[in-house]
């Protein structure tokens, strides 16, 4: 089904936008992005599907550096 990612710092609330987009369609999609560190280090992944379907997605993050 279509969905979403959504990264966002640990510790915060869900973001209203999504950091990427997917479709089953697609075998795989990649993205480049920033995204700030919250609490401990972490970052947080909510993976969102149209029309709430329940499913699941395969989700690989790579850290290649980092801002100070």
Do not use: E
Not at 23 to 43: E, K, L, M
């Amino acid at each position: 089904t279509l969905g979403w990612v959504s990264l966002f710092p640990a510790g915060q609330a869900v973001p209203g936008t999504s950091t990427l987009d997917f479709d089953p369609s697609a075998y795989a999609i990649s993205n480049g992005t920033i995204a700030r560190i919250g609490n401990g280090g972490q970052v947080c992944v909510n993976v969102g599907t149209v029309n709430q379907v329940p499913g699941g997605a395969q989700v690989v993050l790579d850290v290649v550096g980092y801002l100070n």
